[in-house]
C-alpha cells in the first residue's frame, strides 16, 4: 500500500512485523559467522582463505546494490523479503551438502545477493513507515532487536558444536522463523516506487556525509569487531580479559542505540551523528592509555560500542530525511553498499596498522576514520 495511506495504527503494525525479522536474521548472522570460519579452521584453512570466504558475502552485497531499486520495484516489499530470507535459508543448507572450500565461496556469495535482497528492502520498509518525529528511535530499536540477535547468535553454536548438520539446520531455521512476522503484515506492507530520478550515483552525490558515514560505520563496526581481542591479546592481556571487553563493546550496541534515537529526535540527526563520530574518534584517542584500568576501560568500551554501532543507526535516520520516498530505495542502496566498502576494508587496514605498530595502530586508524567523518560533517554543515 502507498505509505501515506496507512493509518497511524497500520504504521506500528508494519514496523513490528519488519523489524521483527531483524531479530532473526541477527540470530542466523551471528551464528552463521563464527561457524563457518571454525568449520574451515577446523578443515585446516589458513586464515587468508578464511578471510577470502567471508569476503565473498560483501562482494556480492556491492555487486548486487545498484540492481535493488528496480528489484524491489518490480516484486514489492513483501515478495523481496520473502526471497530474499528464502534463498539464504535455502543456502544455508547447503554447506553440508558441498563440503568443499570453493564451493562454500560460491555459497556464501549467493547468500550475499539474496541477503541484499532482504538487508535493502526492510530498511527501505522502516524509512517509508517512520514518521519524521519518531525516524531515529525507530532505526534504534531495529538496531537494538538486530544487535540482539548478534549476541545470541553464537549461543547456537555452544549449544550445536560445529559438526554434521545440525547446526546449519538451526540457522536455517532461524531465517525461517524470521519470515514468520511478516506474514502478518500482507495489508499494511508499504510499496516502494520504481520512477526515482536517478541511480545510486546520484544518492552519492544527494547526500555525501550519509555516505560517508556509512562507510566509516562499516569500517569502524568491522575493524574493532574483528580486532578488539587481538589487539588486547597482544597488549599482554589474557583471553579472558580481551573477551570480556569485545562482550562489553557488544553490550553498548545493544543498549544505547534507542537512547541515540531519542537524543537525534529531539535535537538535530546531524548533530548527534557527528557527536557519535567524535566519541569514536576520542574513544580510540584514549583506549591505549587505559588498558589496565579496568573500571574505566569497561566504561569506555560499553560507551565506544554504542556509539559505533549508532553511526550507522543515526546515519539511516537522517537518510530518511533526506530523501524523497520515490528515492529511498536507491538511497538505501547505496548506503548499504558504502557500508560493505568499510566493512572489507576496516578488517584488513586495521589489521595492517597493528602489524606496523602494535600499541597504536588499530587506535590511530580507527581515530582517522571516525575523526574524518567528523570534520567532512562540520564542513559541509558550514556554509556553502
Given at each position: 500500500?502507498?505509505p501515506?495511506?496507512?493509518?497511524?495504527?497500520?504504521r506500528?503494525?508494519?514496523l513490528?512485523a519488519?523489524?521483527?525479522?531483524a531479530f532473526?536474521?541477527g540470530?542466523?548472522?551471528g551464528?552463521?559467522?563464527?561457524l563457518v570460519s571454525?568449520s574451515?579452521?577446523r578443515?585446516?584453512?589458513?586464515?587468508?582463505?578464511?578471510g577470502?570466504?567471508s569476503?565473498m558475502?560483501p562482494?556480492?552485497v556491492?555487486?548486487?546494490?545498484?540492481?535493488?531499486?528496480?528489484?524491489i520495484?518490480?516484486?514489492?516489499?513483501?515478495r523481496s523479503?520473502?526471497?530474499g530470507?528464502?534463498?539464504?535459508?535455502?543456502?544455508?543448507l547447503?554447506?553440508p551438502?558441498?563440503?568443499?572450500?570453493?564451493?562454500?565461496?560460491a555459497i556464501?556469495f549467493v547468500i550475499?545477493?539474496?541477503?541484499?535482497?532482504?538487508?535493502?528492502?526492510?530498511?527501505?520498509?522502516?524509512?517509508?513507515m517512520?514518521?519524521?518525529?519518531s525516524r531515529?528511535?525507530?532505526m534504534?530499536?531495529?538496531a537494538?532487536?538486530?544487535?540482539l540477535?548478534?549476541?545470541?547468535?553464537?549461543?547456537i553454536i555452544n549449544l550445536?558444536?560445529i559438526?554434521?548438520?545440525?547446526?546449519?539446520?538451526?540457522v536455517?531455521?532461524?531465517?525461517?522463523?524470521a519470515l514468520?512476522?511478516?506474514a502478518?503484515a500482507?495489508?499494511?506492507?508499504?510499496t516502494?516506487?520504481g520512477h526515482?530520478?536517478g541511480g545510486?550515483?546520484?544518492?552519492?552525490a544527494?547526500?555525501p556525509?550519509v555516505m560517508?558515514?556509512?562507510?566509516?560505520a562499516?569500517f569502524?563496526?568491522a575493524?574493532l569487531f574483528?580486532q578488539?581481542t587481538?589487539y588486547e591479546?597482544h597488549?599482554?592481556?589474557?583471553?579472558?580479559v580481551?573477551?570480556?571487553s569485545?562482550?562489553i563493546?557488544?553490550?553498548?550496541?545493544l543498549?544505547l542505540?534507542l537512547p541515540?534515537?531519542w537524543?537525534a529526535?529531539?535535537?538535530?540527526?546531524?548533530?548527534?551523528?557527528l557527536?557519535?563520530a567524535?566519541?569514536?574518534?576520542a574513544g580510540?584517542v584514549?583506549?591505549p592509555?587505559l588498558l589496565g584500568?579496568?573500571?574505566w576501560?569497561w566504561?569506555?568500551?560499553?560507551l565506544?560500542g554504542?556509539?559505533?554501532?549508532g553511526?550507522?543507526?543515526l546515519?539511516?535516520g537522517l537518510m530518511?530525511e533526506?530523501?524523497p520516498?520515490?528515492e529511498l530505495a536507491?538511497?538505501?542502496?547505496?548506503?548499504v553498499?558504502?557500508y560493505?566498502?568499510?566493512?572489507?576494508g576496516?578488517?584488513?587496514?586495521?589489521?595492517?596498522?597493528m602489524?606496523a605498530?602494535?600499541?597504536?595502530?588499530l587506535p590511530?586508524?580507527?581515530?582517522?576514520?571516525?575523526?574524518a567523518?567528523?570534520?567532512?560533517?562540520?564542513?559541509?554543515s558550514g556554509p556553502?
Amino acid at each position: 500500500m502507498p505509505p501515506e495511506t496507512l493509518t497511524p495504527a497500520q504504521r506500528k503494525q508494519s514496523l513490528a512485523a519488519i523489524i521483527g525479522t531483524a531479530f532473526g536474521v541477527g540470530v542466523a548472522v551471528g551464528a552463521i559467522v563464527p561457524l563457518v570460519s571454525l568449520s574451515l579452521a577446523r578443515d585446516g584453512y589458513n586464515a587468508l582463505m578464511i578471510g577470502i570466504n567471508s569476503a565473498m558475502l560483501p562482494i556480492a552485497v556491492i555487486l548486487m546494490g545498484p540492481l535493488m531499486p528496480r528489484i524491489i520495484a518490480g516484486l514489492g516489499t513483501l515478495r523481496s523479503v520473502y526471497l530474499g530470507l528464502g534463498i539464504t535459508a535455502l543456502c544455508v543448507l547447503l554447506f553440508p551438502v558441498f563440503p568443499y572450500y570453493y564451493a562454500w565461496c560460491a555459497i556464501r556469495f549467493v547468500i550475499g545477493l539474496a541477503g541484499a535482497i532482504h538487508w535493502i528492502t526492510s530498511e527501505t520498509w522502516i524509512n517509508l513507515m517512520a514518521t519524521s518525529r519518531s525516524r531515529s528511535r525507530i532505526m534504534g530499536i531495529y538496531a537494538s532487536v538486530m544487535a540482539l540477535g548478534f549476541v545470541l547468535g553464537p549461543l547456537i553454536i555452544n549449544l550445536t558444536g560445529i559438526e554434521g548438520w545440525i547446526p546449519f539446520i538451526a540457522v536455517s531455521a532461524a531465517l525461517v522463523v524470521a519470515l514468520l512476522p511478516v506474514a502478518f503484515a500482507r495489508q499494511v506492507a508499504p510499496t516502494v516506487s520504481g520512477h526515482g530520478t536517478g541511480g545510486v550515483g546520484r544518492a552519492f552525490a544527494a547526500a555525501p556525509t550519509v555516505m560517508l558515514a556509512a562507510l566509516v560505520a562499516g569500517f569502524v563496526d568491522a575493524g574493532l569487531f574483528t580486532q578488539i581481542t587481538i589487539y588486547e591479546l597482544h597488549a599482554g592481556f589474557d583471553r579472558e580479559v580481551a573477551t570480556a571487553s569485545l562482550s562489553i563493546f557488544m553490550a553498548g550496541n545493544l543498549v544505547l542505540q534507542l537512547p541515540l534515537g531519542w537524543l537525534a529526535d529531539h535535537s538535530s540527526r546531524r548533530g548527534i551523528l557527528l557527536l557519535s563520530a567524535a566519541i569514536v574518534a576520542a574513544g580510540a584517542v584514549i583506549y591505549p592509555f587505559l588498558l589496565g584500568s579496568d573500571p574505566w576501560l569497561w566504561v569506555m568500551m560499553f560507551l565506544w560500542g554504542g556509539v559505533s554501532w549508532g553511526i550507522y543507526t543515526l546515519a539511516l535516520g537522517l537518510m530518511g530525511e533526506k530523501f524523497p520516498v520515490t528515492e529511498l530505495a536507491t538511497a538505501n542502496a547505496a548506503f548499504v553498499m558504502m557500508y560493505e566498502v568499510g566493512s572489507v576494508g576496516g578488517p584488513i587496514l586495521s589489521g595492517a596498522a597493528m602489524d606496523a605498530w602494535p600499541l597504536y595502530g588499530l587506535p590511530i586508524v580507527v581515530a582517522v576514520v571516525a575523526g574524518a567523518l567528523f570534520f567532512f560533517g562540520l564542513i559541509r554543515s558550514g556554509p556553502r
